[in-house]
Each structure stands twice: as C-alpha cells, then as structure tokens.
C-alpha cells in the first residue's frame, strides 16, 4: 500500500470498462447467444433517463440485447403491472430493470412482487435478498455488488478487517454487509445508521468504511484512521454539483484508497447490472 498521502484511486470507470469487455469477450466464446435486458421507465425524469439510456449504452458494447420499456408519468397501477407482468412471462427477456423512483402515485412494491427472482437484475425483491441471506445462488443488488468487485480488482484485504457501512437499507448497506461478511470475503461488518452513538470513533475503528447514507461530505478526516479504505456510494445534488457522503479533499492526505465522485461507485452499478443479466440468463438456463 501506498503512503496515506497518495491513496491508491478505485477507478470505478476503468474497472467498468474492462468488465465490459469481459463479457463481450464470454458472449462472443459462447457463441453470441441472445440474452436480453429489459428496463421500465415510468415519466419524464431527466436523471432516470439518462441511467437507462447509459444502461443500453453498455449493454450493447457488451453483447447483449436490450429493450427499453416507457409509460407516461401518469400512467395507471394496473397498466404498470400489466407490463411487467409481460415482460416477467416473456422467455427473450431474461432481466427486468425498473427504474427507481417510480411516480408518487404508485406502489412501488407490489410492482417489484411480479419480478421472478431470477430476472431482477436490479436484487431488490424479497426472493433475491432471501437468497443473498440464505448464500443461494441469485442476484445481488448492483451497487453492493460493485463494492465487492472494487475491493477485488485492487486487492484490498478484507479477511478478518473490520468494515463499517454508514447507511441500512436494503439497496445498499444491508446487503453490502452480508457480502462483506461471506465466507471467503470474511470482513467482521458493522451497519452504523442515524442512531449510531458516537459514529466518528466507530469510523475510526475501521479498516473499510462505506458511506450510503447520502449525507453529503457527512465523513470527513476526523473518522479516518490512517491508511483505512473508504468507499463513497451516497449521492447528494447540491449547488456545486454532485458530491457523495465522503469529505474527499479533506480525507485524501490520510487514506489508503479512496473511490472518486463521480466515477467510482456508479460506473460499477452499470458493470455489475450486465453481469447480474448474464447470471440471469444461466439461471435461467441459457450458457453463457
């Protein structure tokens, strides 16, 4: 490892582009066989639609199929599950992305109860996080998963190393511990949340700390100990434009490796996206 005043950089678009090419080169030795990632978008949100349009984007320099789904913002209940419905009895499609947040009006979970766990690419249905909990073979929500292909690419240890995730939910922080905690992973994990009495001396114990909280610059230098890994998922818009739950200017002088924001967790949603299509397609019997 570096000196703390030069932390290595978890390139997270370099570490995307490189799967993609991965899975372009498995697609073409498999024979280019027809795997096909559906996403759903539902209204006229600007960032929405430039995920999904980056999801294609890559799904084609990878090889795959891709089709996009749209209804207007004010469409229906029943027309949205209609829909996926569809697509969840359609055997071309083999993932179904629906594009989060879906409108006000509509019920967010029981349109994610029609997805087969074995098309929700995305890892949010209660039959994907049962498998993740019970170590079945299934599909891990994107961006945890992302964490954990970063944390191998560039070698950063994590049997017996303690990592603290700021943030529970279910799309990230939760899952990401169960990951972490694997067999074979083997990180002892800590879930700190709003709750968390005297989180900076938590932090500060940790050889890994995750901030999904999306509390901008909420982790800063007093929480670091030196040499420690940090790894930025949260996302706030503010006035100077995006910044994640990690302080990185004031952290960068003490850490060991740091990810970049933008350009560390969120290329690796994508990479992980197209790898959880092609883990669909095998589960579903395809060879890839």
Do not use: W
Request: charged share 20%.
């Amino acid at each position: 490892m570096p000196a703390a005043a030069d932390p290595v950089i978890l390139d997270g678009i370099a570490l995307r582009d490189l799967m993609v090419g991965q899975i372009a080169q498995r697609m073409a030795a498999a024979g280019n066989p027809s795997v096909c990632l559906a996403t759903v978008l539902i209204g006229d949100d600007g960032p929405s639609r430039t995920y999904v349009r980056n999801k294609h984007k890559f799904a084609a320099a990878a090889g795959l199929q891709s089709r996009n789904e749209e209804l207007p913002a004010s469409t229906s209940q029943a027309q949205v599950e209609d829909l996926v419905g569809r697509l969840a009895a359609d055997p071309g499609v083999h993932g179904i992305l629906v594009q989060q947040p879906l409108p006000s009006h509509l019920d967010n979970d029981a349109v994610l109860r029609l997805l087969p766990a074995e098309k929700d690419v995305d890892g949010l249905t209660t039959g994907s996080l049962g498998r993740l909990v019970r170590g079945e073979p299934g599909l891990t929500p994107c961006t945890p998963l992302g964490v954990l292909r970063l944390l191998e690419h560039y070698k950063i240890p994590t049997a017996g190393r303690h990592a603290v995730i700021v943030g529970r939910s279910t799309l990230v922080g939760t899952p990401l511990a169960l990951l972490l905690s694997r067999k074979g992973v083997d990180a002892t994990t800590t879930i700190a949340h709003s709750r968390t009495s005297d989180l900076t001396e938590l932090c500060r114990s940790a050889d890994i700390v995750v901030g999904a909280s999306g509390q901008a610059r909420m982790i800063g230098a007093a929480h670091c100990k030196s040499g420690a890994t940090l790894i930025d998922v949260g996302i706030s818009r503010t006035e100077s434009g995006i910044v994640g739950d990690i302080d990185f200017d004031a952290v960068k002088g003490l850490v060991g490796a740091i990810t970049p924001m933008p350009g560390g967790t969120g290329p690796m949603t994508i990479a992980c996206l197209l790898e959880n299509t092609l883990t669909a397609a095998t589960l579903q019997g395809i060879t890839v």
